[in-house]
Each structure stands twice: as C-alpha cells, then as structure tokens.
C-alpha cells in the first residue's frame, strides 16, 4: 500500500472526505494535494474540510452516443477557498451547467472504479448545503 500524500487524498475520498491543504506559512489553500506549497514553497501543509461551495470557471460538454452512457460535462470549479479543480456538476442536464452557476462538492463512490472516491458537484441549494456541512460537521467528530 502506497503511503504518500496522493494515497492519503484517496484514502480519504474513499472514506466520502474532500480534503484541501492550508498552508500555516502563507495561509493560501491548496488543491490537488502536493508536498510543498506551490505560493511560498513551506513544506508546512494541512488537511483541511473545504467548504464544498464553489463556482463553475468553466464548462464543456462531451458528447456520446446514448448506448455510450450519453453526454456528460467537464467543469473547472473554483472553491471558494481560493483553489480550482476539474469535476463535473451530476444532478443537471450537461448543457444545463453554466459558468458562473454556484455549486456544492460532494464525494460520490465510484463503483467502476473499485468503489473509489471521487469529487462531483451538484447546483447549489439549501438541501445541498445541508447536507456538505452536516459531512463536515461529522468529519470534525470523527477526527476529535
């Protein structure tokens, strides 16, 4: 088993936790997982529970015969903890997702993928946002 700091960022996601890094040296987030920091290059970084609320920076659509699973979308999200990353918004038809259009992070299980975590999106609503600070609020628990 594989110990360095991309296995304990899929250790996590497969145990349904989206983490970012913090860097105590500058203070700037940091995505995806890296062993210095990228702004100042301190080695001093945290695991942090981001969030989840984010825009979408950018979208496009991938388009596939139906019998290939249809089409999908590809968007580049910026957290609003300062970091970007590529996902997909899940819960809207993928000519639906708009830049600009808020979005909340949830860790869907990958069953393809050996049951692997991964981080999608879903547009922003009351119910979402419920649900991604109730998940952060159990995450907190869970590490005390």
Same mark, same amino acid.
């Given at each position: 088993?594989?110990? /360095?700091?991309?296995?304990?960022?899929?250790?996590? !996601? @497969?145990? #349904?936790?989206? %983490?970012?890094?913090?860097?105590?040296?500058? *203070?700037?987030?940091?995505?995806?997982?890296?062993?210095?920091?990228?702004?100042?290059?301190?080695?001093?970084?945290?695991?942090?529970?981001?969030?989840?609320?984010?825009?979408?920076?950018?979208?496009?659509?991938?388009?596939?015969?139906?019998?290939?699973? /249809?089409?999908?979308?590809?968007?580049?999200?910026? !957290? @609003?903890? #300062?970091?970007? %990353?590529?996902?997909?918004?899940?819960?809207? *038809?993928?000519?639906?997702?708009?830049?600009?259009?808020?979005?909340?992070?949830?860790?869907?299980?990958?069953?393809?993928?050996?049951?692997?975590?991964?981080?999608?999106?879903?547009?922003?609503?009351?119910?979402?946002?419920?649900?991604?600070?109730?998940?952060?609020?159990?995450?907190?628990?869970?590490?005390?």
């Amino acid at each position: 088993m594989s110990t /360095g700091i991309q296995s304990h960022h899929q250790a996590a !996601l @497969d145990q #349904g936790n989206f %983490l970012i890094q913090h860097c105590s040296a500058c *203070s700037k987030h940091v995505y995806f997982p890296r062993e210095s920091c990228p702004h100042c290059g301190a080695a001093d970084l945290a695991w942090v529970t981001p969030s989840g609320h984010g825009t979408v920076y950018s979208v496009t659509t991938v388009r596939r015969k139906p019998d290939a699973g /249809g089409d999908y979308n590809v968007s580049l999200i910026d !957290l @609003d903890e #300062g970091v970007r %990353l590529m996902s997909r918004v899940v819960d809207v *038809s993928p000519d639906a997702v708009r830049i600009g259009q808020r979005v909340t992070a949830s860790v869907q299980m990958n069953e393809g993928n050996e049951g692997k975590g991964l981080i999608v999106f879903h547009q922003q609503s009351g119910k979402a946002t419920a649900a991604i600070n109730s998940e952060a609020a159990e995450t907190k628990k869970e590490a005390a």
